[in-house]
């Protein structure tokens, strides 16, 4: 009896330094993807934006020039990039209030689906001015975004063959 707890004691000790040991390794690999995540490139507030920018631009163009397929898919990259915004910089104090401008998209897609340039053209000035509302609330007041003058790049046409 004395000899089978003396096994089954020596068992139990060599299986807790496998567990140490097991738990010790899981740590270092927990620490080390820790780290890896940590260097991945996570797309900063003001890239985005960017993006934002040129697709407002590129929508404007869009609806002017009624092509509506092109409008309708900026419509989609724009809410994407403010998904973005929420997915990799939803930390930032200025991430809680884009979602004041999803009723703005909504209303212009509406618009686009109709068809109509004026609605189009009404709702779009509606967007840009919730933009600086947006800008403004955020303390990013001096960040004045306006309906484009110029296409942003010289090589997309907007215009649809009929």
């Not at 797309?43 to 092109?70: C, D, R, T, Y």
């Not at 994407?80 to 200025?94: A, F, N, P, S, V």
């Amino acid at each position: 009896m004395k000899n089978l707890i003396a096994i089954l004691t020596v068992i139990g000790l060599t299986s807790c330094g496998l567990e140490t040991e097991k738990i010790t390794e899981l740590q270092m690999r927990i620490d080390s993807l820790k780290t890896e995540l940590a260097n991945v490139y996570k797309p900063g507030f003001g890239e985005i934006m960017s993006g934002v920018q040129i697709h407002h631009s590129k929508l404007w163009f869009a609806g002017i020039n009624e092509n509506w397929k092109l409008a309708d898919f900026e419509i989609h990259e724009i809410n994407e990039l403010l998904d973005d915004i929420k997915k990799y910089q939803g930390r930032r104090e200025e991430s809680k209030d884009i979602d004041m401008i999803k009723p703005a998209l909504e209303s212009l897609s509406k618009a686009i689906k109709k068809n109509s340039v004026r609605d189009f053209k009404t709702n779009y000035e509606n967007l840009t001015k919730v933009c600086n509302d947006c800008h403004k609330i955020t303390k990013f007041e001096y960040n004045i975004v306006k309906v484009p003058s110029q296409p942003v790049f010289d090589n997309q046409a907007f215009r649809v063959k009929k």
